[in-house]
């Protein structure tokens, strides 16, 4: 099946400091990323949509500039997540549709970040 | 507004027993539904997914139901396994193909040996 890779799967950084996220499909072109946020013991929420060339576009209560998604290229999408503090510390998932599979999502593994 | 539920929260079984896990959905016009399993600390397996136009699909020891019109789906376990511990998670795609997932609130199924 489809493959989507997400790096780094642990970040643990200082308040302040900006971290990068990426999230890559490996075998097939995705038009459309989602980057979803997952607290503990809760479930998947969605942050944004993300497309190739285009701005993403934002779920309520998500800050757009706080959360900066950038979809350069059909294969790799990233979030930065600026000026990070502690309340930030949660699990992102990536997932990466794919348009020649009926639009079925492809998960990333979830990057786990820690703000101290 | 457009939800989605599973009930229960948390399910402990023994070893052996075949289990139903529970998913509704408030808005019926689904495009797609969709399982998945998740472990601690990890990302999402995709287990089964459901067309709006299908009753169910079969994978393994696995089945999911899809009933529309009540805005429920099921998915039921047979012979449960140690190995099947996990999250189970149900998300609905609704409208066109090219609308977001909405998760529901999964279901922590231990299953005992």
């Known amino acids: 099946g489809a493959v989507v890779s997400q790096h780094p799967s642990r970040v643990i950084c200082k308040s302040g400091t900006s971290v990068k996220i990426e999230c890559r499909s490996l075998?097939?072109?995705?038009?459309?990323m989602f980057w979803y946020r997952q607290f503990p013991k809760q479930s998947l929420m969605l942050m944004a949509t993300s497309n190739e060339g285009s701005k993403a576009t934002y779920e309520q209560g998500v800050e757009k500039d706080k959360f900066l998604i950038n979809h350069a290229s059909l294969t790799l999408s990233t979030l930065t997540v600026t000026s990070a503090h502690p309340e930030d510390s949660s699990f992102y998932i990536c997932?990466?549709?794919?348009?020649?599979?009926?639009?079925?999502?492809?998960f990333g593994a979830g990057t786990r970040l820690s703000v101290l | 507004k457009q939800e989605v539920t599973q009930i229960p929260a948390a399910l402990s079984v023994p070893e052996g027993e075949n289990l139903v896990l529970n998913c509704s959905f408030t808005d019926s016009a689904i495009y797609n539904l969709q399982w998945f399993r998740q472990d601690p600390g990890k990302g999402l397996t995709s287990l089964l997914l459901i067309q709006s136009s299908q009753r169910e699909q079969t994978s393994g020891r696995l089945n999911a139901s899809l009933d529309k019109s009540s805005g429920r789906s099921t998915l039921y376990i047979a012979a449960s396994q140690p190995g099947d511990s996990a999250t189970y998670l149900c998300?609905?795609?609704?409208?066109?193909?090219?609308?977001?997932?909405?998760f529901g609130t999964g279901t922590l199924l231990a299953v005992q040996p």
């Open positions: 997932s990466a549709r794919d348009r020649g599979a009926k639009n079925i999502q492809y």
């Open positions: 075998d097939f072109q995705a038009t459309t």
């Open positions: 998300a609905v795609t609704y409208g066109g193909a090219t609308n977001k997932l909405i």
